[in-house]
């Protein structure tokens, strides 16, 4: 059973940038896991932020953020990173990683983290 722990979030001004951090333990991933981000602000359902496949490294992400976030993996540490750049304030949420089959649905992932928090004043 995989454990993911998200961590990097925190209070950043409009225009700056974050680096977010999803430590996976418990196993080690193999070819053909795919990790996703997700995002919830208050009140809100949880979208899909992007996805990478770990023996590619190949990424994927929605237009909302594209060009923006850019999604990484180090395959050493077991580790996926979502780099953010040019945050706006419409990018504050609860930020998640999960493991699953790559896709933008929720319900295809089945194990989550606890989340990090993540919020841009204007």
């Known amino acids: 059973q995989a454990q993911l722990v998200e961590s990097g979030g925190g209070l950043v001004q409009a225009g700056d940038s974050l680096r977010l951090s999803c430590a996976v333990s418990?196993?080690?991933?193999?070819?053909?896991?795919?990790v996703g981000w997700f995002r919830q602000p208050p009140g809100k359902e949880r979208t899909f932020v992007g996805a990478?496949?770990?023996?590619?490294?190949?990424?994927h992400s929605p237009d909302v953020v594209k060009g923006r976030f850019t999604i990484s993996r180090d395959n050493t540490k077991n580790t996926i990173y979502l780099q953010m750049n040019s945050l706006k304030p419409e990018d504050t949420a609860v930020y998640y990683c999960?493991?699953?089959?790559?896709?933008?649905?929720?319900?295809?992932?089945?194990?989550w983290g606890q989340g990090t928090q993540v919020t841009v004043s204007s």
């Open positions: 999960a493991l699953g089959l790559g896709t933008t649905r929720t319900s295809d992932y089945y194990s």
């Open positions: 418990g196993r080690s991933l193999i070819q053909n896991d795919m």
């Open positions: 990478i496949d770990w023996d590619g490294g190949n990424a």
